[in-house]
């Protein structure tokens, strides 16, 4: 082996001993912080409850799981109140977390106040009894006993 190919090989050495040895500090100073970050970690995740979210119902729950505005077309989402979308919102909390009661009183709550919306609209009358708003959309609009019942 020549004097220059003896000098370039020792060079290469020397370069990937340069090389490990900036690793080494670099894997030195992740060590030294990784108890740092192992404790930050602990201390945030342990104060949280992690749910697995209930994905074998009827409805798409991978829909749920984004956003209930997905499952209406744009135009009914924007003309919701924000306290509608909240109960739909708090009800997908609750379906997704098998709270089967308190995700249909949620539910309940963002079809009553739509129903009262409709039912002001339709009549120009604010009626505060339920069982009135109802009964009077059934017996004089014709309403889907159903649909608002």
Known sequence: MSKIAKELEASKEEKILDQIVKY???AKKIEERLDIWHDRIISEL???HIFQPYLDGNLNCEKLL???ENFLDSTTWQNMQEIEKDDLQDFITCYL???WTPAGIMAMC???SSVRKYYTTLT???KT???KITDDLRKNYQADKDLVA
Do not use: P, S, V
Request: glycine share 10%; charged share 25%.
């Open 24 to 26: 080494q500090k670099t």
């Open 46 to 48: 342990g104060n949280m």
């Open 66 to 68: 984004k956003r209930m």
């Open 97 to 99: 977390n098998k709270a």
């Open 110 to 112: 963002a079809i009553e």
């Open 124 to 126: 120009g009358q604010t």
């Open 129 to 131: 009894q339920w069982w």
